[in-house]
């Protein structure tokens, strides 16, 4: 069974007493919760789980007959994992294939870490982009005199550099 992402149960759980033979008390039981509920829990806001059910991360869910969602448990805990891998910027089509793994449990760890680590390259890729676009700016704010002159070395350099990418 996955962790459980969800970092706070609401207020509509039954309380259990924990079984003396166990060190860890057993989950409560989750009832159904409303999205306001549901976003409050996961830390998403309504108008994100509402998109996310939409782009098909999340399943549909339960209608009250006047037309409110209803989360379980498991919805809870799968917004948790998107709210997650949201956080660690990956995106929507990764998070698609990490809800599949996470399903899937017959997966191999194997192909979770690939995902991840083609990640990982991503995020070097960016960090390494960030750093070039510092180091030129800088150059560009270093040269700039910041005085009341209408010469300014900044608007030049940028100037030059656009003149260049043509």
Wanted: proline share 5%; charged share 20%; net charge neutral.
């Amino acid at each position: 069974m996955p962790n459980h992402p969800a970092k706070h149960l609401p207020k509509q759980v039954s309380t259990q007493v924990p079984n003396q033979v166990s060190e860890q008390a057993p989950k409560p039981a989750i009832t159904q919760v409303t999205i306001g509920e549901a976003a409050r829990l996961t830390g998403l806001s309504a108008k994100m789980i509402r998109h996310y059910e939409a782009s098909g991360l999340l399943p549909d869910t339960c209608r009250s007959e006047s037309g409110y969602r209803w989360y379980n448990e498991r919805q809870l805990e799968l917004l948790g994992l998107i709210r997650q891998a949201r956080k660690l910027g990956f995106s929507l089509v990764q998070i698609q294939s990490l809800l599949s793994l996470w399903q899937n449990p017959d997966r191999s760890s194997r192909e979770v870490k690939m995902l991840a680590e083609h990640h990982l390259a991503e995020i070097d890729d960016r960090i390494s982009e960030l750093s070039q676009m510092r180091q030129q700016l800088k150059q560009l704010a270093d040269c700039c005199n910041g005085d009341d002159n209408a010469q300014c070395a900044i608007l030049d350099g940028l100037a030059a550099v656009s003149a260049v990418t043509k």
